[in-house]
Nanobody, 126 residues
Framework: QVQLVESGGGLVQAGGSLRLSCAAS????????IGWFRQAPGAEREFVAR????????YYTDSVKGRFTISRADAQNMVYLEMNSVKREDTAVYYC???????????????????WGQGTQVTVSS
């Protein structure tokens, strides 16, 4: 089983930057892919980015390409989401997630993931 905890959210000015962290425990972190999702008020949960267990396969949703960067630091049991040039539409609760099994890439659907953190709020002001 994998336990995930997000942190790093907060209030940020439009055009600014923020780094979110996803800390994992309870399993061998380095063999799990990690996805980032977000959910804005009144909206459905949507895919943001995913990094493979090896770190060699990375996907982004079109709306964040060129602005967000996903990375992992396995020695620290961490996956990061660096958010740059943030926009008001980036305001949401951000979640990290892991698939049911190790060595699975995971997709862009929330149904591809089994383990979820509690989320961290990101609010972009303008």
């Amino acid at each position: 089983q994998v336990q995930l905890v997000e942190s790093g959210g907060g209030l940020v000015q439009a055009g600014g930057s923020l780094r979110l962290s996803c800390a994992a425990s309870g399993a061998r972190f380095s063999v799990y892919s990690i996805g980032w999702f977000r959910q804005a008020p009144g909206a459905e949960r949507e895919f943001v980015a995913r990094i493979s267990w090896k770190g060699d396969s990375i996907y982004y949703t079109d709306s964040v390409k060129g602005r967000f960067t996903i990375s992992r630091a396995d020695a620290q049991n961490m996956v990061y989401l660096e958010m740059n040039s943030v926009k008001r539409e980036d305001t949401a609760v951000y979640y990290c997630a892991a698939p049911m099994h190790p060595f699975i890439y995971g997709g862009v659907s929330s149904g591809s993931y089994t383990y979820w953190g509690q989320g961290t709020q990101v609010t972009v002001s303008s």
